[in-house]
């Protein structure tokens, strides 16, 4: 969709202008109903798409990416702009910079149309825990849109943004894609800067991009990714244009299928849709191999112990002094007799929502004196132990596939009261996290559930750095017809 979009920019057979203009009504007319958004950007969209349509006029050479609209996830930051994380701690939070990614889109041409909802500080699986209100799903707005990047899935799905942005730090860009029948790719760690990024886990996190096609993700990542001197952990990626590598071919890829991935909690009829994929996969020419990934059964205990506690860290300075909102309405202090302590208890009581104090408890307890060693010690040895699982199965293996998530998209509310059957929807996704390895979410079919056909992901994993490999396998299914 990008490329053709580009061809009708340059041919001048349309206008960045009414491009933008375009897609801003498409976001007047459904987002009401939908809820992607938290912020629309129109007025600076539309300045953003003229500059582009005179550089086309003085007949100057345009990137692929320049005056095409996309959305970004409301916990990265762009300057002059609102920027939440769907939290009432920072509900009146202007970001006073951009975010590299953002800095990036912006020096790609990139027309920005606003900021998308999501689950508060990017907790959760079904942008629920948003303290804005629900995002509902294009395909059936009975349903979630996944989370935590929903209203970024949404808005693509929808047609609202021609591609968006999203992080990942247990799954947050895959299932969302999953859920919404469109493309979402985590890449490997430090290949996307992650500075500005309001951050969740950092050891986990990384923003990656949801689109329509694979091709469109592929540009859309060339150019958020590489080295950040604002981010110690990225490495250089040589500006390598990730859609040149899109051949359409895939005989002879050597494709492990992770017998630990298709267990008891895979629901039947995605795992009917996951073997006619596979069927797939081997007439385009792919070599299947069966592998094994011992370690994949801890994977989610270990994440729900490391996650809490770098959320315990990072959500530490929003204490209504430093960082977030203060509430000083106390009764007492009025009177003034209140103290610093009510100050930071009340301004976190009243700003975080309820998943997010309870992570910022259990990670708290996590690291406490006497259980570090007991949980988060072990939690990080057992993450080493995923991290080998993975670089031996590469040894044979050159991508490895799997379902995205155990089920299609879920009703509202189905997941609220047991949390644990909402941590259980990233069982497939965290391990990728865990190691750090690029990963990608694509549709491979449906299933029909009361008359509606649901979307269902399939999840391609790959080496450490090895985006290209992903991306061309998951293009080479997707083009084949
Ligand atoms: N759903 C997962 C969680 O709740 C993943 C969140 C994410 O990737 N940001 O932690």
């Not at 609202?160 to 860009?173: H, M, N, P, R």
Request: proline share 4%; aromatic share 8%.
């Amino acid at each position: 969709m990008i490329r053709a979009l580009h061809e009708q920019l340059k041919a001048q057979e349309i206008t960045a202008l009414s491009l933008a203009e375009k897609h801003l009504g498409v976001i007047d007319e459904k987002d009401s109903e939908i809820g992607a958004f938290l912020t629309v950007t129109a007025e600076e969209a539309l300045s953003s798409a003229a500059r582009v349509d005179e550089k086309i006029a003085r007949g100057e050479a345009i990137d692929l990416l320049e005056g095409i609209p996309g959305a970004i996830k409301d916990n990265m930051c762009a300057e002059g702009i609102r920027t939440t994380a769907a939290s009432k701690m920072l509900d009146s939070y202007i970001a006073p910079f951009d975010a590299t990614v953002v800095s990036n889109l912006k020096q790609s041409g990139a027309t920005i149309l606003g900021k998308t909802n999501m689950d508060e500080f990017a907790m959760g699986s079904s942008t629920e825990s948003s303290a804005y209100g629900k995002t509902k799903n294009p395909i059936d707005p009975t349903r979630v849109p996944g989370g935590s990047s929903g209203g970024s899935a949404a808005a693509v799905a929808s047609g609202e943004a021609v591609f968006a942005l999203g992080s990942d730090t247990g799954g947050s860009i895959r299932q969302p894609a999953s859920f919404c029948g469109i493309v979402g790719l985590k890449p490997t760690y430090g290949r996307v800067s992650r500075s500005g990024l309001i951050a969740m886990a950092s050891s986990l996190d990384q923003i990656g991009p949801f689109a329509t096609t694979v091709e469109d993700a592929a540009i859309v990542f060339s150019r958020i990714a590489g080295y950040d001197p604002k981010d110690v952990t990225t490495t250089q990626s040589n500006d390598k244009r990730f859609e040149n590598y899109l051949s359409g071919d895939m005989s002879g890829l050597r494709i492990g299928i992770p017998k630990e991935y298709f267990s008891e909690n895979l629901d039947k009829r995605v795992l009917s849709v996951m073997e006619k994929a596979i069927e797939r996969l081997e007439s385009l020419g792919a070599i299947l191999v069966d592998i094994s990934l011992p370690y994949t059964e801890y994977a989610l205990p270990a994440y729900y112990i490391i996650m809490p506690s770098e959320v315990s860290s990072n959500l530490a300075r929003f204490d209504g002094i430093r960082y977030g909102l203060h509430v000083d309405d106390r009764k007492e202090r009025m009177d003034g007799n209140g103290t610093l302590l009510e100050t930071y208890l009340d301004s976190r009581a009243y700003g975080f929502g309820e998943e997010v104090k309870r992570r910022i408890m259990l990670g708290t307890y996590a690291l406490s004196a006497g259980y570090y060693d007991a949980y988060y010690k072990k939690a990080q040895a057992v993450r080493e132990l995923i991290r080998q699982d993975f670089s031996e199965a590469f040894k044979k293996v050159d991508v490895i596939f799997s379902p995205t998530a155990p089920e299609p998209a879920f009703p509202f509310g189905d997941k609220t009261q047991d949390l644990l059957k909402m941590y259980l929807s990233d069982i497939y996704t965290v391990t990728a996290n865990l190691a750090g390895i690029p990963a990608i979410s694509f549709p491979i079919g449906t299933v029909l559930e009361k008359g509606t056909s649901l979307p269902v992901g399939g999840q391609l994993m790959g080496k450490w750095f090895d985006e290209e490999t992903v991306l061309r396998a998951a293009h080479a299914y997707e083009t084949d017809k």
